[in-house]
C-alpha cells in the first residue's frame, strides 16, 4: 500500500527510466517504454487496452502491474463567462485537491496542486487554513494536467502553460514536484515548454536555491506580499525562518543560474501591505540585488478565516504607480471566477469546512512598466 491509499503504483509515478527497467524486466525490448510513455503523454491514452503499439501480453501486463489513475473529478465548476473551469478532485485514501483551467485570448493555463491542504498557514488563505494532510505524489501532479488535456483536446484545444500555484507549496514537496514538471516538460512525451511552466514558493529560500543548481527554465514565481520581515512573518509564518535579505539572495542565485525573469506575487490586503512605503521597499530589494523582476498584484480574496480587506483600485493603482517609477513592470490582476470558487483551496475547504479559503487564481492587466 503506498501513500495514496492504493495498492498498485500509479504509472504517472515512473520516470522514463522506471519503464525502460519494468519492460526488460517483462523481457521487452527497451523501445517498448518509449511507445508507453508517448502513449500516455502524447496520445494521453488512460486505459490499458488503449495501447495499440504494444503486444497484447505487454497491455495486460501494464494493467495487472499499475493503476491508471488516482484522480476521482467530485465537483466541477465553470463560472459564468465560461473563462474559468474548476475541479475537485478525491484521491484513493479520501485526501481532496483541486485544478483550475483558465482561458485567455491565446492561452489555456492550469492552475495544479502540489499537496492536499498546505503547511505554510498563510493567513488569509483558506488552504493554510486546513493545514497540510499530504503531499501528493509526481503522478497525482502530472495527472491533474492529463485530466484537463484530454479535455482540451476534445475540443481541438490545449495546454500551453502550466502554474504550479494551486493548493500546497511546491518546495515543500520539492522532489514529486520537480519530477512531475520534468514528466511534463519530457519532449518525448507532454513536451511543454520549461518557459511554459511556472513554479510558486511562498519563500523557501534553500529551495529556490537547489532549484538554481537543477538546470532548468522554469519560471520562478515568490509570494512575497510584503517588504519588511515584520510584516512578512505575520502574514506567512514560515517567512520567520526566511528573511527577505535570504529569500532575495537565494532570488538573485536563481536569476544568476535561469537569467529567467523573477515574478513576485502581492496580495493587496487594505491598509495590512498596500502603502506607496511597501512599494518603496520592494523596489529597493529588487534593485538591491540586481534582479530583472516582475510584479503581480492581486486584490485579496476575502475568507470568512481572516478579517482582512481587499484594497481599493485607486490604492492598488498607486501602489503600481511607484513601481512603475521604479522601471519595475507591475501587472494588476483580476480576480478570476469567483463565482465558482476558483482560489486556491475553496471548493475542498468548502467540503471539509464550509466556506473557509481564499487567493491566486488571476488574470492580468499590464499596467505599464518594461517587458
Ligand atoms: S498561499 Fe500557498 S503557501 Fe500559503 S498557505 Fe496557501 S497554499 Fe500554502
Given at each position: 500500500?503506498?501513500?495514496?491509499?492504493?495498492?498498485?503504483?500509479?504509472?504517472?509515478?515512473?520516470?522514463?527510466?522506471?519503464?525502460?527497467?519494468?519492460?526488460?524486466?517483462?523481457?521487452?525490448?527497451?523501445?517498448?517504454?518509449?511507445?508507453?510513455?508517448?502513449?500516455?503523454?502524447?496520445?494521453?491514452?488512460?486505459?490499458?487496452?488503449?495501447?495499440?503499439?504494444?503486444?497484447?501480453?505487454?497491455?495486460?501486463?501494464?494493467?495487472?502491474?499499475?493503476?491508471?489513475?488516482?484522480?476521482?473529478?467530485?465537483?466541477?465548476?465553470?463560472?459564468?463567462?465560461?473563462?474559468?473551469?474548476?475541479?475537485?478532485?478525491?484521491?484513493?485514501?479520501?485526501?481532496?485537491?483541486?485544478?483550475?483551467?483558465?482561458?485567455?485570448?491565446?492561452?489555456?493555463?492550469?492552475?495544479?496542486?502540489?499537496?492536499?491542504?498546505?503547511?505554510m498557514?498563510c493567513?488569509?488563505c483558506?488552504?493554510?487554513?486546513?493545514?497540510?494532510?499530504?503531499?501528493?505524489?509526481?503522478?497525482?501532479?502530472?495527472?491533474?494536467?492529463?485530466?484537463?488535456?484530454?479535455?482540451?483536446?476534445?475540443?481541438?484545444?490545449?495546454?500551453?502553460?502550466?502554474?504550479?500555484m494551486?493548493?500546497?507549496e511546491?518546495?515543500?514537496?520539492?522532489?514529486?514536484?520537480?519530477?512531475?514538471?520534468?514528466?511534463?516538460?519530457?519532449?518525448?512525451?507532454?513536451?511543454?515548454?520549461?518557459?511554459?511552466?511556472?513554479?510558486s514558493t511562498v519563500g523557501?529560500?534553500?529551495?529556490?536555491?537547489?532549484?538554481?543548481?537543477?538546470?532548468?527554465?522554469?519560471?520562478?514565481a515568490v509570494s512575497l506580499h510584503a517588504?519588511?520581515?515584520?510584516?512578512r512573518?505575520?502574514l506567512i509564518?514560515?517567512a520567520?525562518?526566511?528573511?527577505?535579505?535570504?529569500l532575495?539572495?537565494?532570488?538573485?542565485?536563481?536569476?544568476?543560474?535561469?537569467?529567467?525573469?523573477?515574478t513576485f506575487e502581492w496580495t493587496?490586503?487594505?491598509?495590512?501591505?498596500?502603502?506607496?512605503?511597501?512599494?518603496?521597499?520592494?523596489?529597493?530589494?529588487?534593485?538591491?540585488?540586481?534582479?530583472?523582476?516582475?510584479?503581480n498584484?492581486i486584490?485579496?480574496?476575502?475568507?470568512?478565516?481572516?478579517?482582512?480587506?481587499?484594497?481599493?483600485?485607486?490604492?492598488?493603482?498607486?501602489?503600481?504607480?511607484?513601481?512603475?517609477?521604479?522601471?519595475?513592470?507591475?501587472?494588476?490582476?483580476?480576480?478570476?471566477?469567483?463565482?465558482?470558487?476558483?482560489?486556491?483551496?475553496?471548493?475542498?475547504?468548502?467540503?471539509?469546512?464550509?466556506?473557509?479559503?481564499?487567493l491566486h487564481?488571476?488574470?492580468?492587466?499590464?499596467?505599464?512598466?518594461?517587458?
Amino acid at each position: 500500500m503506498n501513500v495514496s491509499g492504493e495498492s498498485k503504483p500509479l504509472v504517472y509515478d515512473l520516470t522514463y527510466e522506471d519503464w525502460e527497467a519494468w519492460v526488460q524486466n517483462q523481457g521487452q525490448p527497451r523501445y517498448r517504454a518509449r511507445q508507453i510513455w508517448e502513449g500516455l503523454y502524447k496520445h494521453l491514452w488512460h486505459r490499458p487496452e488503449d495501447f495499440s503499439t504494444l503486444p497484447k501480453a505487454l497491455r495486460e501486463a501494464l494493467a495487472r502491474d499499475f493503476t491508471f489513475s488516482h484522480l476521482t473529478p467530485v465537483k466541477e465548476r465553470q463560472s459564468r463567462d465560461g473563462e474559468t473551469h474548476k475541479t475537485l478532485f478525491h484521491l484513493p485514501d479520501g485526501a481532496a485537491v483541486e485544478t483550475v483551467r483558465m482561458r485567455y485570448v491565446r492561452r489555456r493555463t492550469l492552475c495544479i496542486s502540489t499537496q492536499a491542504g498546505c503547511a505554510m498557514g498563510c493567513v488569509f488563505c483558506a488552504t493554510g487554513q486546513l493545514g497540510l494532510l499530504r503531499h501528493l505524489t509526481p503522478g497525482e501532479i502530472v495527472e491533474q494536467v492529463l485530466y484537463y488535456a484530454r479535455k482540451l483536446r476534445a475540443q481541438g484545444d490545449r495546454v500551453t502553460n502550466i502554474v504550479v500555484m494551486g493548493m500546497g507549496e511546491p518546495l515543500h514537496n520539492y522532489a514529486a514536484t520537480l519530477q512531475a514538471m520534468d514528466t511534463l516538460n519530457d519532449p518525448r512525451g507532454f513536451g511543454l515548454g520549461a518557459r511554459r511552466i511556472t513554479i510558486s514558493t511562498v519563500g523557501l529560500a534553500p529551495k529556490i536555491r537547489q532549484l538554481a543548481r537543477e538546470g532548468k527554465q522554469y519560471n520562478l514565481a515568490v509570494s512575497l506580499h510584503a517588504a519588511d520581515d515584520d510584516l512578512r512573518s505575520a502574514l506567512i509564518p514560515v517567512a520567520r525562518r526566511y528573511p527577505l535579505a535570504d529569500l532575495f539572495d537565494a532570488c538573485r542565485a536563481y536569476f544568476q543560474a535561469t537569467r529567467r525573469r523573477i515574478t513576485f506575487e502581492w496580495t493587496m490586503i487594505r491598509d495590512v501591505n498596500d502603502s506607496p512605503q511597501q512599494a518603496e521597499r520592494l523596489a529597493r530589494w529588487i534593485r538591491e540585488y540586481g534582479l530583472v523582476a516582475h510584479v503581480n498584484v492581486i486584490p485579496l480574496n476575502p475568507t470568512p478565516g481572516y478579517e482582512g480587506r481587499p484594497s481599493p483600485r485607486q490604492r492598488i493603482e498607486a501602489f503600481a504607480a511607484v513601481l512603475e517609477a521604479h522601471g519595475i513592470p507591475c501587472t494588476v490582476r483580476v480576480r478570476r471566477g469567483i463565482d465558482i470558487q476558483a482560489g486556491c483551496g475553496q471548493l475542498a475547504g468548502e467540503r471539509l469546512e464550509r466556506g473557509k479559503m481564499a487567493l491566486h487564481v488571476a488574470t492580468g492587466k499590464r499596467v505599464g512598466g518594461r517587458a
